[in-house]
């Protein structure tokens, strides 16, 4: 599988980034909004029709 990734048909350039990488503070608290939301839309959760999925 190395070899297939050497032969691809672009080559990528190098990239900098003159900063470190770091987490959005607001990280944890977009977690709990993000899951309390897909359990009120139904995305988490049983059905709310009851039936099976």
Sequence with gaps: M???R???PFQLPE???PWPA???PNLESAR???KAW???MGI???PR???ER
Excluded: I
């Design 22 to 24: 770091r987490l959005n």
């Design 38 to 40: 897909s359990y009120q």
């Design 15 to 17: 990239f900098y980034v």
């Design 49 to 51: 029709d009851g039936t």
């Design 44 to 46: 988490l959760g049983p």
């Design 2 to 4: 190395s070899k297939a």
């Design 32 to 34: 709990v909004h993000t």
């Design 6 to 8: 050497r032969q691809q």
